[in-house]
């Protein structure tokens, strides 16, 4: 399911005003409070329309949420995060490989000492 945008939630334009942001959420909180609309998701619309207004009302939160969700911002964030889990996944895969290494040296450790200590009771029996 696509996740709307605050404007596709208040039913309004990305140049819309702030008198017309608060028209349409007075509107839409008339129509979906869970006092008056009885269906199911209606508590759920009602706090997707008040996070949306809380949002496009304040002009600083409105711009950077605009900033955060221009469709060229949003393919640069989905490349970093691409970026990042490819960074993780190779540290990942390191870790195992000097982990496996540690363990390979730790038994040779071993071996050369079992026969240092062989060739010390042969050397001294």
């Known amino acids: 399911m696509v996740k709307k945008t605050y404007y596709e939630i208040l039913e309004v334009d990305k140049k819309a005003t702030q008198e017309d942001i608060k028209s349409a959420y007075r509107r839409l909180v008339m129509l979906d409070h869970p006092d008056k609309n009885k269906l199911l ?3 759920g619309m009602f706090k997707g329309i008040a996070e ?11 711009k950077q949420y605009d900033l955060d969700n221009e469709p060229r911002n949003v393919q640069l964030r989905n490349k970093q995060e691409k970026m990042w889990q490819i960074i993780r996944e190779q540290k990942q895969r390191e870790a195992r490989t000097n982990r496996i290494l540690w363990e390979f040296q730790e038994q040779e450790r ?3 000492k079992e026969r240092e200590e062989e060739a010390m ?4 029996a």
């Open 52 to 62: 949306a207004y809380s949002v496009l009302s304040e002009p600083g939160k409105r």
């Open 41 to 43: 998701e209606a508590e």
């Open 121 to 124: 009771n042969i050397m001294y």
């Open 110 to 112: 071993i071996k050369y």
